[in-house]
């Protein structure tokens, strides 16, 4: 069983950036990947990023690419989405998951509550 909370979100202006944190407990937490989504009203769940908590590997949606930096703190249990350059697109509520799967597979087994970022133009 992994708990997962995030945190970060808010409202914040068109160009501007976030940092968004998921903080993660339960056992054996090496042995996941962490990814990141977005769902905004009327729209699928989004694919953001994730990374594999054990060797810190990386994936990105194309649409994120150099603009969204995923990465972690093993320390500290923390996840975290590096989001700049936003745009009002960009509004959604974040959610970060956890799977046990291969990177880049998109089964998921555990998900945060989710935080709302909302970019204003």
């Known amino acids: 069983q992994v708990q997962l909370v995030e945190s970060g979100g808010g409202l914040v202006q068109a160009g501007g950036s976030l940092r968004l944190s998921c903080a993660a407990s339960?056992?054996?937490?090496?042995?996941?990947?962490l990814g990141w989504f977005r769902q905004s009203p009327g729209k699928e769940r989004e694919f953001l990023a994730a990374?594999?908590?054990?060797?810190?590997?990386?994936t990105y949606t194309d649409s994120v690419k150099g603009r969204f930096t995923i990465s972690r703190d093993n320390a500290k249990n923390t996840v975290y989405l590096q989001m700049n350059s936003l745009k009002p697109e960009d509004t959604a509520v974040y959610y970060c998951?956890?799977?046990?799967?291969?990177?880049?597979?998109?089964?998921?087994?555990?998900w945060g509550q989710g935080t709302q970022v909302t970019v204003s133009s």
């Open positions: 339960g056992r054996f937490l090496i042995t996941y990947n």
């Open positions: 990374i594999k908590w054990g060797g810190g590997r990386t």
């Open positions: 998951a956890a799977s046990r799967s291969p990177l880049g597979s998109d089964k998921y087994d555990y």
